[in-house]
Each structure stands twice: as C-alpha cells, then as structure tokens.
C-alpha cells in the first residue's frame, strides 16, 4: 500500500456526483491537514478542497457542489463533488501534512502526495 491511496474517480456526465477517497497510511497515518488538488492536460495543478482539524477551504469554482470531509478513525478524507461539470475533468491528487498548522493551498506545505486519480465528464 500507498502511503496516500486515492480512490473513487471515474466518468461521469455532466450534472453527476463521484466521491473521491484518500486513505492514508504508514508514515501519513493521523495527519492533520489534507488537501485535494487537480491538474487537467496543458494546465497547472490547483487546488480545490482542504481541511485541517477545524476548517476547511475551497476554491471558489467548485464551493456548493464539492465537500470535504474527513474520517479520523480511519484516516480517510474524502471528497463528493455534485454538480460535476466538464471543466473539472482533470486528474486528482489528495496531499497530506502531517503536522499543524495547515497550509490551505500552498503545494509546498504537504508532506505526501498520491498517486492521483483520473475524473472524466462529458458533456
């Protein structure tokens, strides 16, 4: 196993939902921040969703239709996009910090990265 597993993605068409899942394991067990981010082709990786122990955050495009959450017995975050539109179509990737503070979006404040997820949806 991973030390972050991302599952869940998929197709959809537009207007439906996926959920995405990041287990995380080994050295990541019991982190505190986790975030979910995206890359489609030619574009730069962003991010879409955090959370920490309290908070969370979104990036504007997807704020009312994605929520994240978080299992803190199993250390699983997870991500429900509703709404999905094709312009989220991108590879997802969740990260994970293990110590606080959190970052929010900032790349470069997260430990472990997944391996990615891919999410299609068509029009």
């Known amino acids: 196993q991973g030390t972050l597993v991302e599952s869940g993605g998929g197709s959809v068409q537009a207007g439906g939902s996926l959920r995405l899942s990041c287990a995380a394991n080994?050295?990541?067990?019991?982190?505190?921040?986790f975030g979910w981010f995206r890359q489609a082709p030619g574009k730069e990786r962003e991010g879409v969703a955090h959370?920490?122990?309290?908070?969370?955050g979104y990036v504007y495009s997807v704020k009312g239709r994605f929520s994240i959450t978080r299992d803190n017995t199993k250390s699983t975050v997870y991500l429900q996009m509703n709404s999905l539109k094709p312009d989220d179509s991108a590879m997802y990737y969740c990260?994970?910090?293990?110590?606080?503070?959190?970052?929010?979006?900032?790349?470069?404040?997260?430990?472990?990265w997944g391996q990615g997820t891919q999410v299609t949806v068509s029009s």
């Open positions: 080994r050295d990541a067990y019991g982190s505190s921040c």
């Open positions: 959370i920490g122990r309290g908070n969370t």
């Open positions: 990260a994970a910090r293990f110590y606080e503070p959190c970052g929010g979006f900032d790349q470069f404040s997260y430990d472990y």
